[in-house]
C-alpha cells in the first residue's frame, strides 16, 4: 500500500461565530493566511522599515514589523473563513450518512464537498426507491481502489512530464466511452496503449508504451480501500468489484493487494463489451449478482460512474478524494464522502430493508 496520496483536507464550515473562532483558534485558517502574510509583511516592511532595519532596529520598530504580518494574516484569515459561512440550518458538519431524521424520507442526504461546500440534497426520482443498506457492494476499481500515482516515475523514464498520466487515464476513459457511444469496443489495454501514443505526440516506441503500461502489475491499492472493504463485511455486507478493466489484471491486483480476501467476485465491462457507464453494464453486474438494483450498491470516485449506476436503479456512494467536487450535471450520489471508509460507514448505516 502506499501513503503517497495525502487524505482529504478537514471540512472547514461554520455558521456560528463561535465555531469561526474555534476555526481560527486550531489554525484552520493558517495554509491560506500564512503564505499571504508572508509575502505582504515582507513587501511592507522592506517598504516602510527597510532603511531602519538595515540601520538596526529599536524595539518599536519590531513591533511595526510584527504588524505588518499579523494584519494581512487577519484578513485573509477573515476572508477564508467569509467563504466557508454555511447558513445556520444544522449542515454545518460534515455527515455523509443520507438524511435519517424523517423529517422528509423523499429527499436525499446533504453533504460537504472538501472545501466546504454544501452538496444540497437531491430530490429523487419519483421511481426510485428510498435507499436502505445494500445486500453488496460493488467497487469501480481504477483509481477507486488501485493508486495510479505510481505511474509517474515511469512516465519520466520515457521522457513524458511526470503528472501528464492523469491527462492519460482522462483520454483513456474518453476513448473507451466514445467507442461505446459509436457501438464499438476496445479492450482496456488496447484504449491504454492507444491514448498513451497520443499523449506522447507520436513518439513513443512499443517498447516505451510497454514500460508504462507494465507498470500496471505493480500499482498498489488506495490507502483507505482495506478499511472500507472491511467495515462493508463485518455489517455483513458482500463485496464484488466491477471494473473497465480486465479481470484477470483485477484479480491480480486484489490478490497482490491481499484484498482479495474481501471480494466475492470481480465484473468487467469486457463481459459486455461497453465501457462504463451504460445502463447496460450495470444491468449486467446485477444479473451477475444475483441480487436487484435496490438491494446493491456502486461505490466509486467518478461521479459519471455513479450517476451511470443511479440511472439503473442502484444506491450510489461517491468518495470525494479523488474529483473533490461533484460535477452538477449528474444525478447526486446517495452517499457522499471524504473517502472510501467515510462512504462504506454510510452505506452500513443506511436502515435495513423493509
Same mark, same amino acid.
Given at each position: 500500500?502506499?501513503?503517497?496520496?495525502?487524505?482529504?483536507?478537514?471540512?472547514?464550515?461554520?455558521?456560528?461565530?463561535?465555531?469561526?473562532?474555534?476555526?481560527?483558534?486550531?489554525?484552520?485558517?493558517?495554509?491560506?493566511?500564512?503564505?499571504?502574510?508572508?509575502?505582504?509583511?515582507?513587501?511592507?516592511?522592506?517598504?516602510?522599515?527597510?532603511?531602519?532595519?538595515?540601520?538596526?532596529?529599536?524595539?518599536?520598530?519590531?513591533?511595526?514589523?510584527?504588524?505588518?504580518?499579523?494584519?494581512?494574516?487577519?484578513?485573509?484569515?477573515?476572508?477564508?473563513?467569509?467563504?466557508?459561512?454555511?447558513?445556520?440550518?444544522?449542515?454545518?458538519?460534515?455527515?455523509?450518512?443520507?438524511?435519517?431524521?424523517?423529517?422528509?424520507?423523499?429527499?436525499?442526504?446533504?453533504?460537504?464537498?472538501?472545501?466546504?461546500?454544501?452538496?444540497?440534497?437531491?430530490?429523487?426520482?419519483?421511481?426510485?426507491?428510498?435507499?436502505?443498506?445494500?445486500?453488496?457492494?460493488?467497487?469501480?476499481?481504477?483509481?477507486?481502489?488501485?493508486?495510479?500515482?505510481?505511474?509517474?516515475?515511469?512516465?519520466?523514464?520515457?521522457?513524458?512530464?511526470?503528472?501528464?498520466?492523469?491527462?492519460?487515464?482522462?483520454?483513456? %476513459?474518453?476513448? #473507451?466511452? @466514445?467507442?461505446? +457511444?459509436?457501438?464499438? &469496443? !476496445?479492450?482496456?489495454?488496447?484504449? *491504454?496503449?492507444?491514448?498513451?501514443?497520443?499523449?506522447?505526440?507520436?513518439?513513443?516506441?512499443?517498447?516505451?508504451?510497454?514500460?508504462?503500461?507494465?507498470?500496471?502489475?505493480?500499482?498498489?491499492?488506495?490507502?483507505?480501500?482495506?478499511?472500507?472493504?472491511?467495515?462493508?463485511?463485518?455489517?455483513?455486507?458482500?463485496?464484488?468489484?466491477?471494473?473497465?478493466?480486465?479481470?484477470?489484471?483485477?484479480?491480480?491486483?486484489?490478490?497482490?493487494?491481499?484484498?482479495?480476501?474481501?471480494?466475492?467476485?470481480?465484473?468487467?465491462?469486457?463481459?459486455?463489451?461497453?465501457?462504463?457507464?451504460?445502463?447496460?453494464?450495470?444491468?449486467?453486474?446485477?444479473?451477475?449478482?444475483?441480487?436487484?438494483?435496490?438491494?446493491?450498491?456502486?461505490?466509486?470516485?467518478?461521479?459519471?460512474?455513479?450517476?451511470?449506476?443511479?440511472?439503473?436503479? %442502484?444506491?450510489? #456512494?461517491? @468518495?470525494?478524494? +479523488?474529483?473533490?467536487? &461533484? !460535477?452538477?450535471?449528474?444525478?447526486? *450520489?446517495?452517499?457522499?464522502?471524504?473517502?472510501?471508509?467515510?462512504?462504506?460507514?454510510?452505506?452500513?448505516?443506511?436502515?435495513?430493508?423493509?
Amino acid at each position: 500500500m502506499t501513503g503517497d496520496r495525502p487524505r482529504p483536507p478537514v471540512v472547514t464550515t461554520w455558521s456560528r461565530p463561535s465555531q469561526a473562532v474555534g476555526l481560527f483558534v486550531r489554525g484552520r485558517t493558517a495554509r491560506t493566511a500564512a503564505p499571504v502574510a508572508l509575502v505582504v509583511g515582507t513587501i511592507l516592511s522592506a517598504v516602510n522599515q527597510g532603511d531602519v532595519l538595515l540601520a538596526g532596529a529599536g524595539p518599536g520598530t519590531w513591533v511595526r514589523v510584527a504588524v505588518n504580518y499579523l494584519v494581512p494574516f487577519c484578513v485573509a484569515s477573515l476572508g477564508f473563513l467569509s467563504a466557508r459561512r454555511v447558513p445556520a440550518d444544522g449542515a454545518t458538519e460534515r455527515d455523509p450518512v443520507p438524511n435519517r431524521s424523517g423529517d422528509d424520507p423523499g429527499r436525499r442526504g446533504c453533504g460537504q464537498d472538501p472545501g466546504g461546500n454544501l452538496y444540497p440534497p437531491a430530490p429523487r426520482r419519483k421511481d426510485s426507491p428510498v435507499p436502505h443498506r445494500p445486500h453488496t457492494v460493488a467497487f469501480d476499481v481504477v483509481e477507486t481502489l488501485i493508486s495510479l500515482e505510481p505511474l509517474h516515475d515511469r512516465f519520466v523514464d520515457v521522457g513524458l512530464p511526470g503528472p501528464a498520466w492523469q491527462r492519460w487515464f482522462d483520454r483513456m %476513459l474518453r476513448d #473507451g466511452m @466514445a467507442l461505446t +457511444l459509436a457501438g464499438d &469496443y !476496445a479492450p482496456f489495454p488496447e484504449v *491504454a496503449a492507444s491514448a498513451l501514443r497520443v499523449i506522447g505526440g507520436g513518439r513513443l516506441s512499443d517498447d516505451d508504451v510497454a514500460h508504462v503500461l507494465d507498470g500496471f502489475a505493480t500499482l498498489p491499492a488506495q490507502p483507505d480501500a482495506e478499511q472500507a472493504m472491511q467495515v462493508l463485511t463485518e455489517a455483513g455486507i458482500s463485496v464484488t468489484c466491477l471494473t473497465n478493466g480486465a479481470r484477470e489484471s483485477t484479480e491480480a491486483f486484489l490478490g497482490r493487494s491481499g484484498l482479495d480476501r474481501f471480494v466475492d467476485q470481480v465484473i468487467s465491462v469486457a463481459e459486455v463489451r461497453m465501457w462504463k457507464p451504460p445502463r447496460a453494464v450495470y444491468d449486467h453486474a446485477l444479473a451477475r449478482i444475483g441480487r436487484p438494483a435496490a438491494d446493491v450498491a456502486l461505490v466509486a470516485v467518478h461521479a459519471f460512474d455513479c450517476h451511470g449506476a443511479h440511472a439503473a436503479g %442502484l444506491t450510489t #456512494g461517491w @468518495a470525494a478524494r +479523488l474529483e473533490r467536487h &461533484y !460535477a452538477e450535471i449528474f444525478t447526486r *450520489a446517495d452517499v457522499i464522502g471524504d473517502d472510501l471508509v467515510d462512504v462504506a460507514r454510510a452505506l452500513a448505516a443506511l436502515p435495513a430493508p423493509a
